[in-house]
């Protein structure tokens, strides 16, 4: 049965943001987790390539942040931006080319389609639609949603079981070993990086974790986002990938948080199609 | 080769709450105000309870930073553990102490001093610091000494024989219990560990405490890397906020085979105002 949520009662705000420059500084290069350097894209700007439903790792690439990295200029405008931003929310560019927003990472991420990501720039400005903050499913008080667009959960696999129990299918489970970069910061921000992806590094990194695509749902255990990002055993967060291929040490693909709470409170279902694929 | 001392300049901090909310939100939801979070704090001390005070990240001593962002961060970079700290400005003028650790972010020294110099401290402070110890070596293959004047290596509870490094530590934390600093360099930033009175072993967790922290890896960024292990100070006290906790400055990081550790849950902590006047262990 779909979830009942107080969608109705959820209010819509139009945000603007532009398309942010990726950064560096003069030093160049950063180590991996081996020690060695590199210097690769990934993070800022308009990134080409990669969409929801693609592997997330195994490009040469850092801090992977697929199509459009969006802020704003002012510093109290763009938090709120980032934090009343949802993921499944419709972005417009200036051409009026749409596409929808899949997770946050200090920018808003927007995936659209190649042939529109591929006239967008740096310094275009974006429109937001954002709604969701506030949203709760009603006949699961224990848990608590973050930074979901109302027709995402409607979209969602799943659903509340004649057990009481929400079921949500999800292509990986994280053990709290992954939790890296992101612990400790606020549930509406960024994301939760996750070790253990590091694709082509050493196996003693690994967590088993080079499978993930971008898009992709997945519970992580003892974790829970009720009021930041924090272990707790016995909780489960329930998260989507929005970032990729991480070199980095610490770093990784990130959930953007979605719903949290007691483990008891989900029957989570393991799917290899559990993608974010089904807000399009 | 030989390592470098320089001197450095750390300003006392003034404790900042962001925006016009004094709240924060802690891991049960509840709001609190932070008091302790920085600054100078009076009562806290050397092997004081790391769960013994109701405040936030509170360390034993006065933080110090630089106004310039740039500079504050080579001042946290290159502060070590056991350098010695003279005040050179206001009441407390001459008054020494020395470094017990750092925190992250935008980048904090936290230096100990005799309560007396510390009440006569004011926010905005000079305070030079004798930075000495990055570049440090205990000459074991695979074992990196990191954050720690030398001057320690020879006063702190571990044995160097067989190629290997055998520290006394208060416990061990699995790396999934670590939390905010994964990810970030750990001559800048601590790692705040998610233990509580009821992790077992660590109720008795004292500030200057030596703790190991199991498959965590420091030396290019710190993140999780199976069969390492990194050793750290406890620098300050616990927090309520979630994913944050008692905050652990790394000292020694390598393979675990090449550092075992000893578990005292009783002892006095490694580091104490004996230890760094420079009495032997």
Known sequence: ?280 | MSTLAVNLLGIVEHPEIDGMTPYRIDADGRPYVPAGDGGVVLGVRLGDPAFGFDADHVAPGACLVHPDPAARHALTAYACVGNEVVVRTGAARGARGWVVGKRGEAGRVIVSMAQEHLAALRPGDGISVRGHGQGASLGVPGVEVLNLDPRLLGLLPLRVEDGKVTVTVRGTVPSRLVGNGLGRPAQMWDLDVQVTPSTPGLAGLRLGDLVALDDVDVRHNMGYRRGWRTVGVVAHGDSPLPGHGPGVTPVLTGPADLLPVTVDPGGEPALSETVLSGAPY
């Open chain 1, 1 to 280: 049965m779909r979830a009942e949520t107080n969608a109705a009662r959820l209010v819509t705000q139009i945000l603007t943001g532009e398309v942010w420059p990726p950064l560096a500084d003069r030093n160049g290069p950063r180590l991996d987790a081996d020690g060695r350097a590199f210097l690769l894209p990934g993070m800022g700007g308009v990134t080409l390539g990669v969409h929801c439903g693609d592997p997330a790792t195994g490009y040469a690439a850092d801090h992977l942040e697929p199509g459009l990295s969006i802020r704003h200029r002012d510093p109290g405008a763009n938090m709120a931006l980032q934090f009343l931003t949802c993921v499944g929310n419709t972005v417009r560019t200036a051409s009026g080319a749409e596409g929808f927003v899949i997770g946050q990472h200090a920018y808003v991420l927007a995936d659209l389609p190649e042939e529109a990501l591929a006239e967008v720039t740096v310094g275009d400005p974006v429109t937001v639609v954002a709604r969701g903050q506030g949203l709760r499913l009603t006949d699961h008080p224990a848990l608590a949603v973050k930074n979901c667009s109302p027709e995402l959960v409607e979209r969602m696999p799943g659903g509340t079981r004649a057990d009481g129990r929400l079921e949500v299918h999800v292509a990986a489970t994280v053990p709290a070993e992954a939790v890296g970069a992101g612990a400790g910061m606020a549930s509406e921000f960024a994301n939760t990086d996750l070790m253990g992806a590091y694709a082509g590094l050493s196996p003693d990194l690994s967590l088993g974790l080079e499978g993930l695509r971008i898009g992709d749902f997945v519970a992580i255990e003892d974790a829970d986002h009720r009021f930041g990002r924090g272990y707790r055993s016995g909780y489960v967060t329930i998260g989507v990938i929005s970032t990729g291929h991480c070199m980095l040490h610490g770093h990784g693909p990130g959930p953007s948080s979605l719903i949290t709470g007691p483990a008891e409170a989900f029957h989570i279902v393991r799917s290899p199609d559990a993608n974010l694929e089904v807000i399009r």
